[in-house]
């Protein structure tokens, strides 16, 4: 079964720190891969995807991420964290020959001041 | 969130008791879906739609159901049927180019109770 993987539950960093938020995917052929925020009680916000090319892909927000085919991995990074990006940040999939959007559960994000 | 509503924000139902969440979107997408988020269990998806007048069940299509009589619009009803409801769902929407979507826009979400 096709699937992403969000392997922390919860991600704690102080303000100013680099930050990484990891996911990997088990999705078949190339896969467009997603980021995306949610704010308490809010929808989901678009903040990056991956379709080809350069394996570092910029976003909204300061937020990049790293995409890795070996590994299959597509982590979330941004150089310095600040408070306001405590949110809950979804991973997710497209295989490119489906048509359904696989997510990841989740990692909660808590910048400490 | 731009683009695409949802109402209302708040919803509660009783025992027994179909309602219908509203999804509009003024964004020309094709594809339109609606999801159940429920906490730790991330995105489950209960319908989607390609075109108008068509829609495929999800993951968890049981006791819901959809209509798509408008390319804008994609209700979706909780039935009676549908033991656990509470939630929050969110509706999404999305451009289609030679059958396969692109990035999905969200709306704001409904959080439906059952009292």
């Known amino acids: 079964a096709q699937s992403v993987a969000q392997p922390e539950d919860q991600v704690n960093v102080a303000e100013g720190n680099p930050l990484t938020v990891k996911c990997t995917y088990s999705?078949?052929?190339?896969?467009?891969l997603f980021w995306y925020v949610q704010y308490p009680n809010r929808g989901l916000q678009f903040l990056l995807k991956?379709?080809?090319?350069?394996?570092l892909v910029k976003g909204s927000y300061g937020f990049e991420a790293e995409f890795n085919k070996s590994q299959t991995s597509f982590h979330l990074k941004k150089p310095s964290a600040l408070v306001s990006d405590s949110a809950l940040y979804f991973c997710?999939?497209?295989?490119?020959?489906?048509?359904?959007?696989?997510f990841g559960a989740g990692t909660r994000l808590f910048v400490k001041a | 969130d731009g683009g695409i509503t949802q109402s209302p924000k708040y919803l509660f139902r009783k025992e027994g008791q179909n309602v219908t969440l509203s999804c509009e979107q003024n964004?020309?997408?094709?594809?339109m879906y609606w999801y159940r988020q429920d906490p730790g269990q991330g995105l489950r998806l209960i319908y989607y739609?390609?075109?108008?007048?068509?829609?495929q069940k999800g993951d968890i299509a049981e006791g819901y159901s959809v209509s798509r009589e408008k390319k804008e619009s994609f209700p979706l009803t909780v039935t009676s049927a549908q033991k656990n409801p509470t939630a929050f769902y969110l509706c999404?929407?999305?451009?289609?180019?030679?059958?396969?979507?692109?990035?999905?826009?969200f709306g704001p979400g409904t959080r439906l109770t059952v009292l």
């Open positions: 999404a929407s999305s451009f289609l180019a030679g059958g396969i979507t692109d990035t999905q826009y």
């Open positions: 999705v078949s052929g190339n896969p467009y």
């Open positions: 991956y379709i080809t090319g350069d394996n």
């Open positions: 997710a999939a497209l295989n490119t020959g489906g048509f359904k959007t696989i």
């Open positions: 964004l020309n997408h094709d594809a």
């Open positions: 739609s390609q075109i108008v007048n068509d829609f």
